[in-house]
């Protein structure tokens, strides 16, 4: 009953002057599961299932803007009229493992789930998804029909346990969900524990410590058979809810998953916009793919900022900000091109960056001397390279876990992304 009268009360609290989205959609979610599949030199997305849950989380303004570019978008069209009425931009995992040397040898298959309102007549779905020059590398569009039998329906029964961990007291606040992966039933206080130590840990850096009133958070008491998680550098396989494992593309930091259908389907009938997963184990790792997933360590001693440096990826779609001394890895980041993270740049479009924030006379690029002079400046080294890409400020929460904050040009990201969302 609980859970009722709480999910209710959402729906209560939506939009009333949401004319163009009552217009086209219905308070609920049309979820569409896709294959991303190739290698490096073809490249392809297959439809994968519909189904459907019985509340929207998601925007219900500025349903036709997206406002980073990402390395991906869905786009939803009235089929009749090719009216653009919801997208929104994303990343993958799939995109990240086709600049891998294994991508030049064999092909591989991806899960990618993505949420949009469900609508009230047919519309084509596009799905786009770009290289690292910006260029579209696949495409696929597809007709849904809301009456289609085959949409399945998920999330009316039989929902995950949940608590309520924070309550936005705004009309439409971001959804933020965390699950428990390696969490066995026996540990769940443990998890919710956890949980409430994560949010925290967000909620302790600017600028969400000022916009806590924006945000929900939902702790999802997802049960694994086994504790831990899988470490295959160390042979130790774990059965557990969503079968995350470290050494992601042999990198023995880097922990993810690929079954993201399994996610989605412990959270629905939960409303959510954006997911953390907590892994129940003490290895160092982590890791945060935009509009898609944050996965870290929870009983590592750098749990805390590590979680909030990966939330920074997946919510705010900001970049790495450190680099290799070692090798400047320019295949990452084109240097003729300007990244879409809102927090590197290659000068080649700085404008569009934190270059208006400048103090004035600040040197670009500014010397790593002279810090002092200019805490926000154009600090050569990030997104992996020594050269030729630069950062705002000599260091961030998206550099190094022993730095407390968010640097000013990231904060100035993350607070324009929480007003889009909620304003």
Same mark, same amino acid.
């Given at each position: 009953?609980?859970?009722?009268?709480?999910?209710?009360?959402?729906?209560?609290? &939506?939009?009333?002057?949401?004319?163009?989205?009552?217009?086209?959609?219905?308070?609920?979610?049309?979820? #569409?599961?896709?294959?991303?599949?190739?290698?490096?030199?073809?490249?392809?997305?297959? #439809?994968?299932?519909?189904?459907?849950?019985?509340?929207?989380?998601?925007?219900?303004?500025?349903?036709?803007?997206?406002?980073?570019?990402?390395? /991906?978008?869905?786009?939803?069209?009235?089929?009749?009229?090719?009216?653009?009425?919801?997208?929104?931009? +994303?990343?993958?995992?799939?995109?990240?493992?086709?600049?891998?040397?294994?991508?030049?040898?064999?092909?591989?298959?991806?899960?990618?789930?993505?949420? %949009?309102? +469900?609508?009230?007549?047919?519309?084509?779905?596009?799905?786009?998804?770009?290289?690292?020059?910006?260029?579209?590398?696949?495409?696929?569009?597809?007709? %849904?029909?809301?009456?289609?039998? &085959?949409?399945?329906?998920?999330?009316?029964? $039989?929902?995950?346990?949940?608590?309520?961990?924070?309550?936005? !007291?705004?009309? !439409?606040?971001?959804? %933020?969900?965390?699950?428990?992966?390696?969490?066995?039933?026996?540990?769940? !206080?443990?998890?919710?524990?956890?949980?409430?130590?994560?949010?925290?840990?967000?909620?302790?850096?600017?600028?969400?410590?000022?916009?806590?009133?924006?945000?929900?958070?939902?702790? %999802?008491?997802?049960?694994?058979?086994?504790?831990?998680?899988?470490?295959?550098?160390? $042979?130790?396989?774990?059965?557990?809810?969503?079968?995350?494992?470290?050494?992601?593309?042999?990198?023995?930091?880097?922990?993810?998953?690929?079954? #993201?259908?399994?996610?989605? $389907?412990?959270?629905?009938?939960?409303?959510?916009?954006?997911?953390?997963? &907590?892994?129940?184990?003490?290895?160092?790792?982590?890791?945060?793919?935009?509009?898609?997933?944050?996965?870290?360590?929870?009983?590592?001693?750098?749990?805390?900022?590590? #979680?909030?440096?990966?939330?920074?990826?997946?919510?705010?779609?900001?970049?790495?900000?450190?680099?290799?001394?070692?090798?400047?890895?320019?295949?990452?980041?084109?240097?003729?091109?300007?990244?879409?993270?809102?927090?590197?740049?290659?000068?080649?479009? +700085?404008?569009?960056?934190?270059?208006?924030?400048?103090?004035?006379?600040?040197?670009?690029?500014?010397?790593?001397?002279?810090?002092?002079?200019?805490?926000?400046?154009?600090?050569?080294? /990030?997104?992996?390279?020594?050269?030729?890409?630069?950062?705002?400020?000599?260091?961030?929460?998206?550099?190094?876990?022993?730095?407390?904050?968010?640097?000013?040009?990231?904060?100035?990201?993350?607070?324009?992304?929480?007003?889009?969302?909620?304003?």
């Amino acid at each position: 009953m609980k859970q009722l009268l709480w999910l209710i009360g959402i729906c209560l609290t &939506l939009p009333l002057n949401a004319q163009h989205f009552e217009e086209f959609f219905e308070h609920r979610t049309l979820r #569409v599961d896709y294959i991303f599949s190739g290698d490096s030199k073809k490249q392809q997305i297959s #439809v994968d299932g519909l189904s459907t849950y019985p509340i929207w989380a998601g925007k219900t303004k500025k349903l036709a803007i997206n406002p980073l570019k990402g390395n /991906g978008s869905i786009r939803v069209n009235d089929e009749t009229t090719g009216e653009l009425l919801y997208t929104y931009s +994303f990343s993958s995992l799939f995109q990240e493992w086709l600049d891998t040397d294994e991508a030049n040898h064999i092909q591989r298959a991806f899960e990618n789930t993505f949420l %949009v309102p +469900f609508p009230k007549k047919d519309v084509i779905i596009t799905i786009n998804l770009f290289d690292i020059s910006h260029k579209r590398i696949a495409k696929l569009s597809h007709k %849904v029909s809301p009456n289609d039998i &085959l949409i399945e329906k998920k999330g009316f029964e $039989d929902i995950t346990p949940y608590r309520i961990l924070q309550r936005g !007291n705004v009309k !439409n606040p971001i959804d %933020v969900a965390i699950l428990a992966e390696g969490y066995t039933a026996h540990e769940m !206080n443990r998890f919710y524990q956890d949980a409430e130590k994560a949010m925290e840990s967000i909620f302790n850096h600017e600028p969400f410590k000022s916009n806590k009133e924006k945000f929900n958070f939902i702790a %999802v008491g997802s049960i694994s058979k086994d504790t831990g998680v899988s470490i295959p550098h160390k $042979d130790r396989w774990r059965a557990t809810a969503f079968g995350a494992h470290f050494d992601t593309f042999y990198s023995e930091r880097y922990l993810t998953t690929r079954n #993201v259908k399994s996610i989605h $389907d412990a959270l629905a009938g939960i409303p959510y916009e954006h997911i953390i997963l &907590l892994a129940n184990t003490d290895q160092y790792g982590g890791g945060g793919i935009y509009n898609s997933y944050t996965l870290t360590s929870a009983h590592h001693e750098m749990f805390e900022p590590v #979680v909030v440096h990966e939330f920074g990826h997946s919510f705010g779609g900001l970049a790495d900000e450190y680099f290799y001394e070692q090798d400047t890895m320019t295949d990452i980041y084109p240097l003729d091109i300007e990244p879409w993270e809102p927090n590197i740049t290659t000068l080649v479009n +700085f404008e569009s960056k934190w270059k208006s924030m400048l103090k004035e006379g600040t040197p670009i690029p500014t010397s790593s001397s002279d810090t002092k002079s200019y805490p926000l400046g154009v600090y050569e080294g /990030g997104g992996y390279s020594t050269k030729g890409i630069y950062r705002p400020a000599f260091d961030c929460r998206m550099r190094t876990n022993t730095f407390a904050n968010f640097c000013p040009a990231c904060q100035a990201a993350l607070t324009k992304l929480i007003n889009f969302y909620t304003d």
